[in-house]
């Protein structure tokens, strides 16, 4: 959906089907819509840069962005890649910590993108909505902390089980 200024603005069912609104009613959708934005990247147009301290929440409303980071050569390398649905900046969004890897687009992208700032006012005006969004932030976080530690344990696996060893 875009404005008279052809930039894309936010609506209720861009919040009801993404993480952000597994638990929120339709006015909590709209309230939530009301103070996101909607930015589109291009191909290879950085969201975040590594070492950036950025204090703003992001869904993927379409395309994908890789996570990455520079090797010692100043290459990038791929750590993983988030696709259509799927949250990023969750940790710099809590804490306000830089960014330990950067997401770029890989092709064109559309995010939302929610401040810190606006997500606070609803410490007043709607803490169950905040209760419900700080959920499903927890849940990503969680996820992803249950894909590292099954890759830690097949990583484990292939190396001191034989696997990826020659026998002689």
Request: proline share 2%.
């Amino acid at each position: 959906m875009t404005d008279n200024n052809d930039n894309l603005v936010a609506n209720a069912e861009m919040i009801r089907t993404s993480p952000l609104g597994t638990e929120l009613s339709d006015s909590q959708c709209q309230a939530l819509a009301d103070k996101v934005t909607v930015m589109g990247l291009k191909e290879n147009q950085f969201l975040i840069e590594e070492g950036q301290q950025d204090e703003s929440l992001y869904v993927i409303i379409s395309g994908h962005l890789e996570v990455l980071i520079k090797s010692t050569t100043d290459d990038y390398v791929t750590l993983h890649l988030l696709r259509e649905g799927e949250m990023a900046g969750e940790l710099g969004f809590l804490d306000g910590r830089p960014h330990s890897a950067g997401l770029r687009a890989v092709g064109n992208c559309t995010a939302i993108c929610l401040t810190r700032e606006d997500f606070e006012s609803f410490i007043n005006e709607d803490p169950e909505l905040m209760y419900k969004v700080m959920r499903a932030i927890i849940r990503t976080v969680h996820g992803i902390l249950c894909d590292m530690n099954r890759s830690h344990v097949e990583m484990n696996n292939y190396i001191y089980k034989q696997h990826g060893r020659r026998s002689e």
